[in-house]
């Protein structure tokens, strides 16, 4: 449970009380109420009328409320509120285990009863013993939490059947998913539902994040970043074209965003190709944005480096992992501004066209299936040179092939081991995308000429030492000194 250090004690002496009486945000995904006289559960940024401190009980999970008989509050709609970061269990291998569970209700993959604990490499019983320590619920209590609460997202937020939320939320069936829903929730799917103007060709949902969030760095970062053809970033918003699989298929589409940051919130505007693949689009967005970083923990663990603070850095993630371990590839030993001409020659070439409603942003990005049979030499005429070509389409014949998994639900550990294995991946390219795509805070590629100017050294070793201090956050501290250079690179 966070305990933030400037909440204001409430005069009856419980700092959960006063997170709920002040609305605080920075508890957002930390902390739940459970209110006895209605059966309902809140988030602590919920506006409907305060209840009596005696009738409130607190859980630091959505999981465990719900475990305890309370429902979801149809108002403050806790299936926005932030997740949990990849740091945050007690347990590696319990996170690893949620991470999983994450990824696979984000993108409907199926989870059959014995895989999850076979992905860790433990036991059945040992993984529901330890995921019980870690989280207070069992595995397939969470799951179930999991997917009903993206189902009453895709129920509240769009117009998709509700046979279809069943199936995009990881439900078998139709009879399944209305048993499981009217149980949990004491409403069918139907009763949620309530007739809305949708915008027509598209659907907006809302993701929720922790504040503070430095809006500023993260323009910043993508706007220097955005790629012709596929993105478009202005001071308040950024558009892009997107392909993502999920249940099987792939489907394409744009996307818009924008913060609200009095709100705590971004706006995700999404067109109707990407509709079946909300649930996986809403999890790699907050991935890509990060959303579910807790920014008080990570900036006072980085409160000694030496560099200005900036409050809510977060880091930078990716909407599409290969698209992501691409451009750190051609980005080798070139400058960002470099890597983009050649990334958007990359997509000028082998990119399919996709009408958006923003001129110049027509085209996705090739996945790793066409640049695994591109022509070397057509790739060496985009200014490429001939061993980062041979870098780029080993990488994508990995990936097409399904031998490396490019997306944070990734084991760490083996798929860094296999980019190593790669020609042409250094230590820098396989951490920047241990960051970047696999979502690793701790990631270190410590020869970045960046963090060493930063550092105003050259020697990687005495860079390495003084990073010591900042585990296992040493990625944001990357992220954190690129700024101070951010005018210059």
Known sequence: MPSPSN?????????????????????????????????????????VRTPLARNCRYFPTAMLAEQAGF??????????????????????????AARLIDHAVGTGAKLPPGQLARRIGVTDRHLRRIFQEAHGVSPLAYLTTRRLLLAKQLLTDTAMPVTQVA???????????????????????????RDRDLPAGSTVVRLAFRPPYDLAGMIRFLRRRALPGVERVDDIACARTLALSCGGRTHAGWLR??????????????SAGLLPALGALCWQVRQALDLDADPERIDQALAGMPCTPVPGVRLPGSFDGFETAVRIVLGQQVSVAAACTMAGRLVALLGQPLSTPWPGVDRL????????????????????????????????????AGHIDLSPAAPLRPT????????????????????????????????????LDALGSRDPARAAGLAEAWRPWRAYALVRLWQTLEPLR
């Open 365 to 400: 990005f090739p996945d790793a299936a066409t640049v695994a049979s591109a022509d070397p030499a057509q790739l060496g005429q985009l200014g490429i040179v001939r061993q980062r070509v041979g870098a780029l389409q080993a990488l994508a014949r990995a990936v097409a």
């Open 71 to 96: 429902r979801p509050c149809l108002r403050c709609r806790p299936e926005l509120a932030p997740g949990l970061a990849r740091v945050d269990s007690p347990n590696v291998l319990a996170a690893e």
């Open 167 to 193: 199936l995009a939320s990881g439900f078998g069936s139709l009879r399944r998913f209305n048993d499981a829903f009217s149980q949990h929730y004491r409403l069918t799917p139907r009763a949620l539902r």
């Open 257 to 270: 965003l924008h913060a609200e940051l009095e709100r705590s919130e971004f706006v995700l505007e999404v």
């Open 7 to 47: 909440v204001v004690p409430d005069p009856r002496g419980d700092p959960h009380y006063s997170a709920i009486l002040s609305h605080d945000a920075r508890f957002d995904g930390r902390l739940f109420v459970g209110v006895r006289t209605t059966g309902v559960y809140c988030r602590p940024v919920c506006r």
């Open 416 to 451: 860094l081991q296999a980019l190593r294995e790669l020609p042409g991946f250094g230590e820098w390219t396989v951490q920047l995308i241990a960051a970047r795509v696999l979502g690793w805070p701790d990631a270190y590629p410590g020869t970045d000429l960046g963090l």
